[in-house]
């Protein structure tokens, strides 16, 4: 399993801009073979900061999904906004354990 987690920080007012397009890209991406779970949610005490979980079922999941036309049409509106920084982590490994 794959897990991706991070977070996208957009200058003030930036993300409301760009709100319908991820909505786009959680509903299309949910869809794919391969995706064990895809959301985004604003952070409680920041509402410019988009937070990104991801878990792929495996490598080539998670290349269909970086070629699909939903990314591509993501990342050109993600072009047209103002970011203040990114930080966005892949993680690889067969040890998972529930926690709660």
Request: a negative charge; charged letters at 30%; glycine letters at 8%.
């Amino acid at each position: 399993m794959l897990i991706i987690e991070g977070w996208l920080h957009f200058a003030p007012g930036e993300i409301e801009k760009f709100a319908e397009a991820a909505r786009i890209m959680v509903e299309e991406t949910r869809k794919e073979e391969g995706c064990l779970l895809y959301c985004f949610a604003r952070d409680m005490n920041d509402p410019d900061i988009l937070r990104i979980a991801e878990r792929w079922a495996d490598e080539a999941a998670l290349d269909a999904h970086s070629k699909s036309p939903h990314m591509a049409a993501f990342g050109a509106g993600l072009a047209q906004v103002e970011r203040i920084g990114a930080d966005i982590r892949l993680y690889a490994g067969d040890e998972v354990r529930r926690i709660m």
